[in-house]
């Protein structure tokens, strides 16, 4: 996948269970990677404690990628690397299928897209797709002008032309054409996708002003896709690389949805940089699995973003730690589907201790932070400000908010209506500050008056269990795919992408938003649309962004937390030793 410009779920190691618009990212995936700061030259751990990164930072203290000029790699070679889940659904546009985990995995074969972006959040045109977007005005409506690559194809021999663009829109414009998509995105308020000269040639006309442009066609679908059935189900326990593009495609049998492994090879149908690994591996591994593999020289690298992983894997002979950043929002998502009543979830917010999860969450890692309170911007943005609508750890004031929504403490718990104030944490995985994050929960929740039950699953149903909404309460959040904070917002906290969960006001908030053509200005109201959301509704809550430590061999080049540039597969390879 390119430059996503949503965002993707979170909740394992290195990119673990994240989505894309902004997609998911979970428990201890949330602890995953995302932007280095060193490299430590001897394979062993520095015990020095890293800083989160606030206002002012130097961006290039916030990745490491052990960036090599590729002339002087090795050709060939084969990278193994762990996920903590892989598909089902590997139709990474979907509800269901848009982890950080399918993402990151699915990125290796499908990169058709309009941009790229560095590591700063700059967008670039991806020359291996378009020749040119020029953006322009007919009367009182914005128009983009797009010029495709014309060797441009997916894999099955389709060209990548008008009819694509076509397809892409017709698929993402509206949420009630049966897609199961996950936001709408930039592609509501486009009018027209035309032809014009050529095939390679179209022209986009919109209804209403839309920003940031470059939010357009990050991503290219297949024209099969807008098939409703295979857009949704097709892609379960199939990855269709016919249906994709990029400098890898899925080896013979690739999938083993037995051994759970995804195995991608050079792609014969790709015209840009030929990669220089002819193979890479991803198996599906629970955390202590990954963690016994990496000791065991069966895969090349591991997030190390929890004590457990960090404490085991630091002294590996051979690797190295690369530390950075995580660009990653959340820890509290309060499902409004389930947990329906807002004044139970806004006393969730309000009683929950914050801070000792997140210590909890980074004990023993050489890391500190303060607590985040956005979802849409990571604390060293110049748009950040805290929205989390109060005071940390505050068990007065979650009463007072039950007790005004006629709850009566009855024994330990709360109860209206002769329910009791009650609600299940869902845990994925095995590792054990996922675990000691649930039990500190449940005890804080207990002070409160709210009987909290740990629902335990498994790494590999997180892509299910979230996508499908089925879960109360999880410890996960998601992947701050771009700086822009615009789709984001509208994706987090427009009522229609939530059931209803919202209100008119701030959808009409939101709608006065995306028209706003200064990026600070629009930034900036994003900022309060988020601070009034979470005050009404409280169900995305802020515990944590978090560092992104792997440890990697040290002769791997050109891959690691890398903030928001997504990994350029075709320059990963292996140093001369």
């Known amino acids: 996948m390119t430059a996503n410009t949503a965002y993707t779920a979170s909740s394992h190691e290195a990119t673990k269970n994240s989505f894309s618009r902004r997609a998911l990212i979970g428990g201890t995936a949330a602890l995953g990677a995302v932007g280095l700061l060193s490299a430590c030259g001897n ?80 967008y670039t045109l991806n020359k291996d797709f378009a020749v040119s977007f020029t953006p322009g005005k007919s009367g009182d409506k914005i128009q983009v ?77 297949h024209p099969a896709m807008e098939d409703v059935e295979l857009f949704n189900n097709g892609f379960v326990d199939n990855p269709h690389p016919e249906y994709w593009a990029g400098p890898f495609t899925l080896a013979d049998k690739g999938w083993d949805s037995t051994a759970k492994t995804f195995s991608v090879v050079p792609s014969d149908k790709w015209w840009g940089t030929k990669p220089l690994l002819e193979k890479i591996v991803f198996t599906q591994m629970e955390s202590s699995a990954a963690r016994a593999a990496f000791k065991n020289d069966e895969i090349d690298a591991i997030g190390a973003n929890t004590s457990a992983s960090y404490t085991e894997v630091k002294s590996v002979a051979g690797a190295e730690l690369r530390k950075g950043t995580r660009l990653y929002a959340g820890g509290l998502d309060i499902n409004p589907r389930r947990v329906k009543d807002a004044a139970l979830r806004k006393a969730i917010f309000a009683g929950v201790n914050r801070e000792a999860l997140a210590k909890i969450q980074f004990q023993g890692l050489p890391y500190e932070e303060s607590i985040p309170g956005s979802m849409l911007h990571m604390p060293f943005s110049p748009y950040y400000q805290d929205n989390y609508p109060t005071p940390n750890n505050s068990v007065s004031e979650a009463q007072k908010i039950l007790e005004a929504a006629g709850y009566a403490k009855k024994g330990d718990y709360y109860e209206k209506d002769g329910q009791k104030a009650s609600c299940a944490v869902v845990v994925f995985g095995d590792d054990p500050t996922t675990k000691g994050k649930a039990q500190t929960f449940t005890q804080q929740m207990k002070d409160v008056g709210i009987e909290i039950r740990i629902d335990q699953r498994a790494d590999s149903e997180f892509a299910s269990v979230l996508g499908n909404w089925d879960y109360d309460i999880s410890f996960s959040g998601y992947g701050v795919s771009t700086p822009d904070a615009t789709e984001a917002t509208k994706q987090f906290y427009y009522s229609e992408n939530n059931d209803g969960n919202g209100s008119k006001e701030i959808d009409a908030l939101i709608d006065a938003m995306t028209v706003m053509e200064d990026d600070k200005a629009r930034n900036l109201a994003c900022n309060e649309i988020e601070k009034k959301h979470m005050a009404e509704f409280a169900f995305l809550g802020t515990i944590t962004n978090g560092p992104d430590f792997m440890m990697a061999k040290k002769t791997l080049a050109n891959y690691g937390p890398s903030l928001y540039k997504s990994t350029d597969w075709t320059a990963v390879g292996w140093m001369n030793s």
């Open 145 to 221: 002008a797009i010029k495709l690559n014309p060797k441009a194809v997916f894999n099955d021999g389709t060209p990548i032309n008008y009819k694509a663009l076509q397809s892409t829109w017709n698929i993402f414009k509206s949420l009630d054409n049966g897609y199961n998509i996950v936001s709408s995105g930039i592609y509501e308020f486009v009018e027209s996708v035309e032809k014009t000269e050529d095939d390679y040639s179209v022209m986009v006309t919109f209804s209403k002003p839309y920003y940031p442009l470059q939010s357009l066609f990050a991503e290219i679908l």
């Open 43 to 122: 394979g062993s751990a520095s015990a020095e404690k890293t800083k989160a990164a606030g206002a002012g930072a130097n961006i290039k203290d916030l990745y490491n990628i052990n960036a090599q000029d590729v002339n002087s790699l090795k050709k060939g070679g084969t990278l193994r690397l762990p996920s903590g889940s892989i598909g089902p659904n590997f139709n990474v546009y979907t509800q269901s299928g848009n982890t950080g985990d399918n993402t990151n995995v699915m990125s290796t074969i499908g990169q058709a897209g309009l941009w790229l972006m560095d590591f700063d959040g700059t």
